[in-house]
């Protein structure tokens, strides 16, 4: 009997193990034991500086500068267009490629989520995810050299409290979105925490990680202007097992005096990574935060001195990451594929056929992009030269192109576009048409959808469908609800406007974000077919 209950326990625990399946192993850098760590278990620690690319993207050649100085990360500024000019995928993918060439690992931050709450016109968590998600194809096979910075100083002192439930929910949407990297998250109270908001829910925010792979940022500035105040508050997570890294601070500035040493002496005891800010380009007031002045490398300001050359600065801690130093360092991309041509479109499909590229290593996959204005979506990936995208709508306007990758993970340059229409499936809707923008403002604008009958009998129900040229993106519209995945539009009909009797017509309102450039959108389809456009 003793033999029988043996058996029959130890085959309950093994339905139980099989029961409870064990994360999957991140593909690139991760986090175990409270430290972040690459791919080959190297331990791995952040020594560099951040660049405002998003303001200055004509100084790409600082991230040589930056390298040549003795760092091995830097953390890149790049805006979702809410605040600022927005980077698009093709950009996102040259500041990879030149992190990779100057053997950088790239923390990127959308900034424009700076003191959310107390900052007019800040974006929110969600939006910065939402940004991450569209400029995916660029990061997608990155996870060794790149870790994505959720969104920079993502509350300001109101309402900060929501930081624990919006940081949570921003991780999930990314890893939902099948996004694998380290994922960095920063501070409320401008970065400070000066609350302890982010520290006391820290385990908790962790823990709402499926991949168990985010790393917290603190920004060190006037808050932290003791020794005790950094000891304490960085020894905190060491002991709690969370990774931790100073994502910010400077020897000065306008809110107090930070005790840059002993966040340098600190952080070098505990083996926690730091990133000064910043390389160069500040205003408004803080310009003794130029660590060269005007981006020439060879103009160390005091502040460049102290954390380049000084005790426990980048010279003399910095090591190289292991994916660059061990061998790993395929970092050549592939040649860009050939123009890809289009053939058999229909309504609903077209079949796509390309140039190969070439590499030294080989050519292992190609990724279709669906490209609108700035904005690039991976459509389907692919071994060979041909594709066949499926799932289009009718009468619609597509541009695509088309990305190799290598084995090590190495993007080749974009290639150039193809653009067809599908076609109309069926007769045209008895509808017209009418847009026009009423009103605009920096990042902004309202505009108004005149939608109208143009058959013999009523409309019953009715779904509008466009594709914005640009980077806008609605904010909120009134006569119907609207869902918007990139810069593909739907609009429902509301109760209220669902009717549209012979010649008849109904008005939508809506107001939008937008880049610089605000072009109209030039087709329209209602319930699946045509609209003339006037």
């Given at each position: ?5 043996v058996?029959l ?6 339905f139980?193990?099989l ?5 999957a192993?991140p593909t ?14 190297n ?5 560099g ?9 004509d100084?790409?050649s600082s ?7 003795g760092?091995n ?7 979702s ?7 698009d ?5 040259n ?6 060439q100057n053997?950088?690992i ?6 424009d989520?700076?003191g959310y709450?107390?900052?007019s016109?800040a ?8 940004y991450w ?9 990155q996870e060794d ?5 959720i ?15 919006d940081?949570?929910?921003a ?13 960095m998250?920063d501070?409320?109270?401008?970065g400070q ?9 820290a ?6 990680d499926p991949?168990?792979?985010t790393?917290?940022?603190?920004h060190m ?5 003791t ?13 709690a ?5 100073v994502?910010e601070f400077?020897?000065?500035h ?6 840059e040493d ?5 952080a070098?005891?505990?083996?926690l990574?730091?990133?000064?800010w910043?390389?160069?380009?500040n205003g408004?007031?803080?310009?003794y ?7 020439d490398?060879?103009q160390l300001?005091?502040?460049?001195q ?12 910095a ?6 130093s061990s061998?790993?360092?395929d970092?050549t ?6 123009a ?24 292992t ?9 700035g904005s690039?979506?991976v459509a389907t990936s692919?071994?060979?030269?041909t594709?066949?995208?499926t799932g289009l709508?009718?009468?619609?306007s ?15 340059p974009r290639s ?10 069926g ?5 017209g ?5 009423t009103?605009?403002?920096p990042?902004?604008f ?20 466009w ?5 806008q ?8 609800t609207?869902?918007?995945?990139g810069?593909?539009v ?6 209220y406007t669902?009717t549209?009797p012979?010649a008849?017509s ?5 107001t ?14 209602l319930?699946g077919?045509a609209?003339s456009?006037?």
């Open positions: 009997m003793a033999t029988v209950a058996a326990l130890a085959l309950l625990l093994s139980l193990s029961g409870t399946p064990a994360h192993a690139g850098f991760r986090i175990d034991n409270g430290r972040l760590l690459e791919a080959s278990g331990d791995f620690v952040m020594r500086v951040n660049h405002a690319h998003t303001w200055f993207p100084r790409i991230l040589a500068h930056i390298k040549a100085k760092a990360t830097v953390r890149v500024v790049l805006s267009g809410d605040r600022w000019t927005r980077n995928t093709a950009d996102v993918a500041v990879v490629s030149q992190c990779k053997r950088l790239c923390v990127l931050e959308v900034h989520t700076t709450g107390e900052q016109g974006a929110t968590l969600a939006r910065a995810a939402d998600i569209s400029v995916q194809s660029a990061l997608t096979g050299y790149v870790i994505v910075n969104g920079n100083e993502p509350y300001g002192n109101t309402n900060y409290a929501s930081w624990t439930a940081t949570k929910a991780i999930q949407k990314l890893r939902t979105a099948g996004f694998d990297h380290t994922i998250v501070a409320p109270n401008w925490d000066w609350a302890f908001t982010m520290r006391d829910n385990a908790s925010v962790f823990a709402a991949d168990a792979n790393i917290f940022s603190i500035y006037g808050v932290f202007d020794a005790a105040e950094i000891t304490d508050y960085l020894n905190r997570f060491v002991t097992k969370l990774p931790i890294v994502g400077g020897h000065d306008s809110d107090g005096n930070p005790d002993t966040i340098l002496a600190v070098q005891q505990l083996r990574g730091y990133l000064g910043s390389w160069s380009g408004g007031g803080v310009e935060l130029d660590m060269v002045t005007n981006f490398p060879d300001t005091s502040w460049g102290r954390l380049f050359n000084g005790a426990n600065g980048i010279a003399a801690t090591k190289e990451a292991a994916i660059y061998g790993g360092g970092t991309p592939p040649t860009a594929p050939g890809p041509a289009a053939s058999g479109v229909t309504s609903s499909s077209a079949t796509l056929k390309w140039g190969a590229a070439t590499d030294a290593t080989g050519v996959g190609y990724d279709v992009v669906r490209v609108s204005g690039e979506t692919t071994a060979t030269t594709a066949t995208l709508s009718p009468a619609t597509y541009t695509f192109a088309v990305y190799a990758r290598d084995a090590a993970g190495n993007r080749s150039a576009t193809v653009t067809f229409t599908t076609s109309s499936g007769s045209s809707s008895s509808c048409v009418g847009y026009r923008v009103g605009s403002w990042g902004g309202q505009g108004e959808i005149t939608l109208r009958n143009t058959g013999t009998s009523a409309i019953n129900g009715w779904t509008l469908r594709t914005f040229p640009d980077s993106r609605i904010t909120n519209l009134w006569g119907g609207a869902t918007q995945s810069s593909e739907s609009v429902a009909a509301a109760s669902a549209i012979a008849g109904v008005t939508l309102g809506f939008a974000s937008r880049a610089t450039a605000n072009p109209s959108p030039t087709a329209f389809t319930n077919a609209c456009v006037s």
